[in-house]
């Protein structure tokens, strides 16, 4: 069993940065691909990031986003730049028991309760 908490959301104005936290515990955390998704009102939970030795953006994200790991710690971040309107949602924290990158909520089984990023224009 895998618990995933998220952490460091919150309000911030369009330009602005944040850093989302996700602390893992149970199994063994480096041999998990960690991913962060994301869910706007009235849509779909959508790919962010992934990460294992390698990083995968969603192309809304690339060059704004970095996800890094930190194994020691069994923590994994989404740092934020730039943000957008666009960019509020709610904020997951997801883990898989394969090591491959991937975009795919199904390649998740651990998921994170999840943290509001709301950005004012």
């Known amino acids: 069993q895998v618990q995933l908490v998220e952490s460091g959301g919150g309000l911030q104005q369009a330009g602005h940065s944040l850093r989302l936290s996700c602390v893992a515990s149970?199994?063994?955390?480096?041999?998990?691909?960690m991913g962060w998704f994301r869910q706007a009102p009235g849509k779909e939970r959508e790919f962010v990031a992934s990460?294992?030795?390698?990083?995968l953006y969603a192309d809304s994200v690339k060059g704004r986003f970095t996800i890094s790991r930190d194994n020691a710690k069994k923590t994994v971040y989404l740092q934020m730049n730039s943000l957008k309107f666009e960019d509020t949602a709610v904020y997951y924290c997801?883990?898989?028991?394969?090591?491959?990158?991937?975009?795919?909520?199904?390649?998740?089984?651990?998921w994170g309760q999840g943290t509001q990023v709301t950005v004012s224009s």
């Open positions: 990460i294992t030795g390698s990083t």
């Open positions: 997801a883990a898989g028991l394969r090591f491959l990158l991937s975009r795919y909520n199904r390649d998740y089984s651990y």
């Open positions: 149970g199994r063994t955390f480096s041999s998990s691909v």
